[in-house]
């Protein structure tokens, strides 16, 4: 295992047993399948069927999201070169990130903050779930990928997007929202794919964990009463995920809404906050740390 980078491999030591941790190895090692989101902004899930089956592409439809396929005998950069991507009537999303957006329920006509949004993979869900009927505004800081989640919203028909370039920590106090997205920047950890080369060094991952910790509370800070948000990481680190989110409820602004294991059939790891889901990387699913939290009255 000398590609995994040594801390990462050490911190998995330390929260998992040696099984669970075996378990993460075998994931990074395996070939995830590509996985698709119907725009339903475009097309409707019948005629993407129809289309993949003229096509002759094996497919799998998600029973707890029907907008979401499975692809069986293909690869994404096949199915990048067909139509239905050209038009932007399909997203490739990876099923773990499709659950985040899922998990908020995006409520119609309300004011939706997503505060890390490039490239706009959830942007876009927010705005397909919602028929373009909420506000959303999508905040992102790095000039580069904030032109890409703009190439994405336009491609995918999300005209009920605003797009601000900023820091989303630097959001004016005088905004709030009913409901809030944050997938938060992290290390990856969930990601990982053997052979492929990672920065991984702990004042990094510090500075990552002070990133994650700040941004959160500016989230809460700009919840509406009794509104719902989501943190969720590609990560399956405590310290970006359980400890951050302990940290925040000391405070005593929010609570955490559990979520039900049962509605989910991913592979999940232990968590060290009940209520919150972490999932194990296989061959469907990347690493994933998704938890929803609700601002008290
Ligand atoms: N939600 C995105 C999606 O589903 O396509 C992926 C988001 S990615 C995990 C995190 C993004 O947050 C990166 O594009 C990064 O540049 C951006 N980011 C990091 N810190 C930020 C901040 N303080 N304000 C706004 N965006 C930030």
Redesign the pocket.
Known sequence: MEEIPELLLQLLQEQYTEKEVNKILEGYQTKRETTLRVNTLKATVEEIKQILQSKKIEFEQMPWYPEAFVLRNIQETEIEKGEIYEQGKIYL?SLS?ML?VLLLEPKKKVDIL??????????T?LAALTQNTANITA????KM?AER?KYNIEKQGASSVYVML?????LDSCFSFDQI?L????SGSGTITVGERRKFTKEWLEKINH?QL??LQKAISLLKPGGNMIYS??SILSCENEEIIKKVLKAGKIELEPLSIEKLPVPQLPTKLPGTITICPNNLWEGFFVATLRKLK
């Open positions: 999303q990130s985040p997503d505060m890390a949004a490039a490239p706009g993979g959830k942007t869900q905040c992102e800081m790095n990928r989640l900023t820091d989303s920590r630097k997205l997938d938060a920047p992290c990133t700040t941004l990481t590609c």
